[in-house]
């Protein structure tokens, strides 16, 4: 089982730029595919991005081009670069395991706001 505390938010203007990180304790982290995800006021939780065990990542259409997920399992920790924020982007972000276990828990995440 991998715990995990995400951190990195903050309030940012619109085109600037945020670095989330998530890091991990447990058990192997190597072997665990990783994903961000995210929840905007009165919307549901959704995959932003997932950092593979091995192989290229998967993004959300709307973070394509934009946002960039990379891992350090020598430091257990999985990142997302976050560039050219708009609005829209503005919720609370989470990591977790991927898929995330149905009923799993969930960190307190970290929010990101997105305004000028």
Known sequence: QVQLVESGGGLVQPG???RLSCAASGSIFSRYHLGWFRQAPGKQRE???VAYSA????????????????RDNAKNTVYLQMNSLKPEDTAVYYCNVFPPPTGGAWGQGTQVTVSS
């Open 55 to 70: 192989g290229p990542a998967d993004y959300a259409d709307s973070v394509k081009g934009r946002f960039t997920i990379s």
């Open 16 to 18: 600037g730029s945020l």
């Open 47 to 49: 995959l932003v991005a």
